[in-house]
């Protein structure tokens, strides 16, 4: 779903909007979205809360940063599928049984697929968080999950996604086609996977997908 679907820059800067207002209101400091966004865009990740404050105000934050987090997890965010995402699910949705396979924490992923109309599109939303963290990609259990709400052969199932780290090893190991997909920008676009993490494929552009699919619909 994620830098797949709709790009994850404008859920992090969403989520940055939200923990800047209630700043605001909550503590009386102004500007943490923008500080924020700005050491995301230079590169940062891990401690952005942490430095962003530390900018912003002098106070003991420590506390702060907790707050922050649940406040930015826990926002309605503002999200829109890219034009190419919602070009391919238009085309695909009478073509393909289609399904969602989502890592992260359960009530931010049904957020993020709330914001984005995801039901009307897929036949199913899997989440792996529903059966805990040991559940996530590269574990197997939401692939599973798939065959079991759409059995089939193996070669009849397509995943595409972006993260090589994590994405493709499951699907790879239980016979399934994988499509990277490789957006110039994207958060995981720089990385070279190891054989083991590689897709079958790669595009730059869901616009490419739907000439690697053969249609499965009646």
């Not at 309605?76 to 699910?89: C, D, I, K």
């Not at 085309?91 to 049984?97: D, E, I, L, Q």
């Not at 059966?131 to 759409?150: I, M």
């Not at 016979?175 to 676009?189: F, I, L, Y």
Request: charged fraction near 30%.
């Amino acid at each position: 779903m994620d830098d797949t679907l709709f790009a994850e820059r404008d859920y992090v800067l969403s989520g940055f909007r939200a923990a800047g207002a209630w700043l605001v209101r909550e503590r009386g400091v102004a500007g943490f979205a923008e500080e924020a966004q700005r050491l995301f865009e230079a590169g940062r990740r891990g401690r952005i809360f942490n430095e962003a404050l530390a900018t912003l105000t002098e106070s003991k934050t420590d506390s702060w940063v907790a707050e922050l987090i649940a406040v930015y997890r826990e926002h309605q965010p503002q999200l829109r599928l890219l034009p190419e995402a919602e070009s391919f699910l238009i085309w695909a949705r009478p073509r393909f049984r289609l399904a969602l396979v989502s890592d992260g924490f359960l009530a931010v992923q049904q957020r993020k697929a709330h914001a984005l109309g995801l039901a009307q599109w897929m036949d199913h939303l899997v989440f792996t968080d529903q059966w805990g963290r040991e559940s996530w990609k590269p574990a197997q259990r939401g692939f599973e999950e798939v065959v079991r709400l759409n059995p089939g052969d193996a070669e009849g199932y397509v995943y595409v996604a972006d993260n090589p780290r994590k994405d493709f090893i499951a699907p790879r190991a239980l016979g399934w086609k994988t499509v990277r997909v490789r957006r110039s920008g994207g958060e995981h676009a720089a990385y070279e996977p190891t054989a083991d993490e590689a897709a079958d494929q790669e595009i730059d552009s869901l616009d490419a997908l739907g000439a690697l699919l053969k249609p499965c619909r009646p």
